[in-house]
């Protein structure tokens, strides 16, 4: 019943008092509605006025209100509403979900009708309460939606509607309380596909993919079949972990129940899966083979793909495909398009993309889209271009355009502008004095160099919400059964650990000891990488590690964190695919590295921000990391 009301029958006191007259006018009114048809329903509106059945008939009354609500046309609706002289509940709910549908002002707007009716005297149903907590989700009005919850466990009503059930799951899961929506669907005496749909959902919104997947498996362990929305979520969640294997497996299950012709939201979770998973070819065989419907987000979704791998030439190809089939582009595909102009190196193309978006399509430019030309001019060493760029930008004072210009112009100088500007608009900056880090260790100048780290320590230790961020940080790898394998560094909790450092010591044993098959290739590699580089316990190196123990040889492992990947890190993993002999996918923020016999695709450089396209970073914490030895880690598991 969620903001869509069926009227069958109108009961009053235990008494059906619709008549035959009532029905052919309210299924006149209701086809209206549907086809929003807003001429013929106003000229039965017309002739109900005429005859006089509106103030006999609430059931008209509630019809020709939902009617008005479903064509937009709330304020005609509230008029019809008021024009009544025995309002009862179903007519207010007729108004309640017609303004729980329309946007988040009018959520508001369905609070407020909720409060007059009670007011009125009027007691709340099932169907009130359902569209209520849908404006209190779309709101993240969680005070109000827990007062909604004990106002609806003090009447008993959850124990007869699994609607109004599925519903509270909803309100929790959109205000960010996934603890309290997974109990509230535990407690729910019935639960079927929506109610776990609407929780898994809730999940990936949030970007919690490894509970998404643990949902999908309760469910169907309950014997639950999922249907195209549960789908669509676990496809997403498989997206955020990397689940690859997982996957195909429900990529599989969509194409064998016939789904995927049916459901172009189905279609676009399955581009975006495999293009977030560095799979392009397989995100353009579907595309190109398995959709017989596409729409600007699945060319978005691939374009993404793409712009993550820095496939300018592809971007561009899709672009052009896209508007011959007859697409529009909107403001994210030229975002996608720019970020991948500003990580091949294509200035000129960018630019005249830039301009067709303002000229010939009038979408307006946003930061991130100023952002991204001041990434390609500075990596291309137009420093003057990048300016002009951004003086013409609505507002200078955005500290990630300026970052974005001190990590582009790191190759060609001119630093001292960019870092200035970032430090006054955001001293907690951590990048920044990064960046800067790295260019004085890379010139020699030490001394330089450490006190940047000293400051970031400093004003970074002051900002409390990145240093949570920082606490946080993970990387995970996901099995052919979806369960995620999560680590953070120097993680000793995982039950294979003693295995896991094992395998990173067997690693580094052949780094140290050159490989045998190729020693020139090993030497050129190394660069400064030391066997304590390939030990330390960064997350991706143990996620790494996990995934060789659990797969074949020969096996592409595929591993996601919520960070950028270092400069040693990436090093060192060009290594393992060389030495292990197996293709390593690793997406961070915004960048994603495919290794394959020793080398990236990226060419040995990461990116970060929205397009940006940088030398890789500097790993700050090695120094202590570093100092960890071996045998610390040896006598550690030992220990234990």
Same mark, same amino acid.
Request: hydrophobic share 40%; glycine share 8%.
């Given at each position: +019943?969620?903001?869509?009301?069926?009227?069958?029958?109108?009961?009053?006191?235990?008494?059906?008092?619709?008549?035959?007259?009532?029905?052919?006018?309210?299924?006149?009114?209701?086809? &209206?509605?549907?086809?929003?048809?807003?001429?013929?329903?106003?000229?039965?509106?017309?002739?109900?006025?005429?005859?006089?059945?509106?103030?006999?008939?609430?059931?008209?009354?509630?019809?020709?209100? *939902?009617?008005?609500?479903?064509?937009?046309?709330?304020?005609?609706?509230?008029?019809?509403?008021?024009?009544?002289?025995?309002?009862?509940?179903?007519?207010?709910?007729?108004?309640?979900?017609?303004?729980?549908?329309?946007?988040?002002?009018?959520?508001?707007?369905?609070?407020?009708?909720?409060?007059? +009716?009670?007011?009125?005297?009027?007691?709340?149903?099932?169907?009130?309460?359902? &569209?209520?907590?849908?404006?209190?989700?779309? +709101?993240?009005?969680?005070?109000?939606?827990?007062?909604?919850?004990?106002?609806?466990?003090?009447?008993?009503?959850?124990?007869?509607?699994?609607?109004?059930?599925?519903?509270?799951?909803?309100?929790?899961?959109?205000?960010?309380?996934?603890?309290?929506?997974?109990?509230?669907?535990?407690?729910?005496?019935?639960?079927?596909?929506?109610?776990?749909?609407?929780?898994?959902?809730g999940y990936v919104q949030a970007g919690k993919g490894n509970e998404a997947l643990n949902c999908f498996a309760l469910m169907q362990r309950e014997g639950i079949s999922p249907n195209r929305v549960t789908f669509s979520s676990i496809l997403k969640a498989c997206g955020i972990t990397g689940a690859i294997e997982k996957g195909k497996q429900i990529h599989e299950e969509v194409v064998n129940k016939g789904l995927l012709q049916k459901s172009i939201m189905l279609g676009n979770a399955l581009v975006d899966m495999y293009a977030k998973c560095g799979l392009l070819n397989k995100a353009r065989q579907v595309l190109d083979e398995e959709l017989s419907i596409r729409d600007v987000a699945t060319w978005n979704a691939l374009i993404g793909g793409y712009a993550l791998q820095g496939h300018g030439h592809e971007a561009l190809k899709c672009l052009q495909q896209m508007?011959?089939?007859?697409?529009?582009?909107?403001?994210?595909?030229?975002?996608?398009?720019?970020?991948?102009?500003?990580?091949?190196?294509?200035?000129?193309?960018?630019?005249?993309?830039?301009?067709?978006?303002?000229?010939?399509?009038?979408?307006?430019?946003?930061?991130?889209?100023?952002?991204? /030309?001041?990434?390609?001019?500075?990596?291309?060493?137009?420093?003057?271009?990048?300016?002009?760029?951004?003086?013409?930008?609505?507002?200078?004072?955005?500290?990630?355009?300026?970052?974005?210009?001190?990590?582009?112009?790191?190759?060609?100088?001119?630093?001292?502008?960019?870092?200035?500007?970032?430090?006054?608009?955001?001293?907690? &900056?951590?990048?920044?004095?990064?960046?800067?880090?790295?260019?004085?260790?890379?010139?020699?100048?030490?001394?330089?160099?450490?006190?940047?780290? /000293?400051?970031?320590?400093?004003?970074?230790?002051?900002?409390?919400?990145?240093?949570?961020?920082?606490?946080?940080?993970?990387?995970?790898?996901?099995?052919?059964?979806?369960?995620? *394998?999560?680590?953070?560094?120097?993680?000793?909790? *995982?039950?294979?650990?003693?295995?896991?450092?094992?395998?990173?010591?067997?690693?580094?044993?052949?780094?140290?000891?050159?490989?045998?098959?190729?020693?020139?290739?090993?030497? =050129?590699? /190394? /660069?400064?990488?030391?066997?304590?580089?390939?030990? &330390?316990?960064?997350?991706?190196?143990?996620?790494?590690?996990?995934?060789?123990?659990?797969?074949?040889?020969?096996?592409?492992?595929?591993?996601?964190? =919520?960070? *950028?990947?270092?400069?040693?890190?990436?090093?060192?993993?060009?290594?393992?695919?060389? +030495?292990?002999?197996?293709?390593?996918?690793?997406?961070?923020?915004?960048?994603?590295?495919?290794?394959?016999?020793?080398?990236?695709?990226?060419?040995?450089?990461?990116?970060?921000?929205?397009?940006?396209?940088?030398?890789?970073?500097?790993?700050?914490?090695?120094?202590?990391?570093?100092?960890?030895?071996?045998?610390?880690?040896?006598?550690?598991?030992?220990?234990?």
């Amino acid at each position: +019943m969620s903001g869509e009301l069926s009227f069958t029958r109108y009961v009053k006191n235990g008494e059906e008092i619709a008549s035959e007259r009532d029905v052919e006018f309210v299924e006149s009114l209701k086809a &209206c509605a549907k086809r929003k048809d807003l001429y013929a329903g106003k000229s039965l509106h017309d002739e109900v006025l005429k005859k006089g059945f509106l103030e006999k008939s609430p059931y008209i009354a509630a019809t020709l209100i *939902h009617m008005y609500a479903k064509c937009g046309v709330l304020l005609k609706a509230e008029q019809v509403l008021e024009e009544m002289h025995g309002r009862d509940v179903v007519c207010w709910n007729a108004l309640i979900a017609g303004h729980a549908n329309h946007g988040r002002q009018q959520f508001y707007e369905a609070l407020s009708c909720f409060e007059r +009716m009670q007011q009125e005297g009027i007691y709340p149903d099932a169907v009130t309460f359902t &569209c209520i907590l849908k404006s209190c989700g779309s +709101m993240r009005a969680i005070d109000k939606g827990k007062q909604i919850h004990n106002e609806i466990v003090s009447r008993g009503l959850l124990e007869k509607n699994i609607v109004l059930g599925n519903a509270l799951v909803d309100m929790y899961a959109k205000c960010g309380h996934l603890t309290k929506a997974a109990q509230v669907l535990e407690e729910l005496p019935v639960r079927n596909v929506v109610s776990w749909s609407t929780l898994i959902s809730g999940y990936v919104q949030a970007g919690k993919g490894n509970e998404a997947l643990n949902c999908f498996a309760l469910m169907q362990r309950e014997g639950i079949s999922p249907n195209r929305v549960t789908f669509s979520s676990i496809l997403k969640a498989c997206g955020i972990t990397g689940a690859i294997e997982k996957g195909k497996q429900i990529h599989e299950e969509v194409v064998n129940k016939g789904l995927l012709q049916k459901s172009i939201m189905l279609g676009n979770a399955l581009v975006d899966m495999y293009a977030k998973c560095g799979l392009l070819n397989k995100a353009r065989q579907v595309l190109d083979e398995e959709l017989s419907i596409r729409d600007v987000a699945t060319w978005n979704a691939l374009i993404g793909g793409y712009a993550l791998q820095g496939h300018g030439h592809e971007a561009l190809k899709c672009l052009q495909q896209m508007q011959d089939d007859g697409l529009s582009p909107n403001s994210i595909t030229f975002l996608c398009v720019l970020s991948a102009c500003s990580r091949s190196g294509l200035s000129k193309e960018a630019q005249t993309i830039f301009n067709d978006m303002t000229l010939k399509h009038g979408i307006a430019a946003t930061m991130e889209h100023h952002t991204c /030309m001041v990434i390609v001019f500075g990596c291309v060493g137009l420093f003057e271009n990048a300016m002009s760029v951004i003086k013409v930008m609505p507002s200078s004072d955005y500290s990630e355009v300026w970052l974005a210009l001190l990590g582009a112009c790191k190759k060609w100088g001119n630093l001292e502008l960019a870092f200035d500007q970032v430090v006054q608009l955001d001293n907690t &900056c951590t990048q920044a004095y990064v960046h800067m880090a790295n260019i004085f260790a890379s010139a020699g100048m030490q001394d330089d160099a450490e006190r940047l780290e /000293m400051l970031r320590l400093k004003y970074g230790a002051n900002d409390k919400k990145k240093k949570k961020k920082k606490q946080g940080k993970k990387s995970m790898w996901a099995d052919a059964s979806g369960i995620v *394998h999560s680590f953070s560094f120097g993680d000793t909790k *995982h039950s294979q650990i003693k295995g896991i450092y094992a395998k990173l010591n067997a690693i580094a044993l052949k780094v140290s000891q050159g490989c045998s098959s190729n020693p020139d290739w090993v030497s =050129n590699h /190394m /660069m400064d990488v030391k066997r304590k580089d390939v030990l &330390c316990g960064h997350s991706d190196k143990l996620a790494i590690a996990c995934a060789l123990l659990n797969t074949s040889q020969g096996e592409s492992i595929h591993i996601v964190n =919520n960070m *950028h990947l270092c400069e040693h890190c990436h090093i060192s993993i060009s290594l393992i695919s060389r +030495m292990e002999k197996r293709k390593i996918v690793v997406r961070g923020l915004n960048e994603l590295h495919v290794f394959e016999d020793g080398e990236c695709a990226c060419g040995g450089l990461t990116w970060t921000g929205p397009g940006v396209h940088l030398p890789s970073l500097y790993c700050f914490e090695r120094q202590r990391l570093y100092a960890q030895d071996w045998t610390t880690h040896a006598g550690t598991m030992k220990d234990k």
